[in-house]
């Protein structure tokens, strides 16, 4: 399981695993009190040319392992939800993908939205992909993965 907390990207790059990254209260799945340090994952974010040590926890009563990371990133996706946003708000205004970024991970991004759009919200969000990608959100759903 992941946890998103309110930390500094650039601050955990700088301190890599001397950053203190605050424990949880308990475990998400079993709510036990107790969890153990189970060391660090490496894990690559857009915004750094390097890897990021982000520290797990595991729960011995339930055996699961919760893994840290910033606020700000979908599960399993490097880019931030930010960076999505606006590479998807820009193709749909001007036409054109930003510059500096993969067209093709961008275009992977814009058709997952529309799947995911139009299974989980309907035709009539087709026209506003864009509120449609914040209702996703709201609603809890990752709006650009392929998996309905």
């Known amino acids: 399981m992941i946890i998103s907390l309110p930390v500094s990207i650039k601050k955990i790059h700088r301190l890599g695993r001397d950053f203190p ?15 153990w340090g189970h060391g660090f ?3 690559y ?7 990021l040590w982000l520290r797990r926890y595991r729960c011995p ?5 919760h893994r840290l990371k910033p606020e ?5 996706f490097q880019a931030s939800v930010s960076a999505i946003r606006g590479a998807i708000e820009r193709r749909l205004t001007t ?5 500096g970024v993969c067209r093709v991970r961008c275009a992977q991004w814009l058709k997952n939205l529309s ?13 506003r992909l ?5 209702r996703l959100i709201r609603l809890g759903a990752i709006p650009v993965t392929r998996s309905l």
Not at 29 to 35: D, T
């Open 21 to 35: 990254w605050p424990r949880p209260g308990s475990c998400p799945v079993c709510h036990s009190g107790r969890l």
């Open 41 to 43: 994952v490496l894990a």
């Open 45 to 51: 974010f857009d915004d750094l040319p390097e890897g």
């Open 115 to 127: 799947r995911q759009v139009m299974a989980r919200l309907g035709r009539s969000y087709m026209g």
């Open 61 to 65: 009563l339930c055996g699961s392992v």
């Open 72 to 76: 700000g990133y979908f599960r399993r």
């Open 130 to 134: 864009l509120c449609g990608f914040d």
């Open 95 to 99: 036409g054109r993908w930003p510059p």
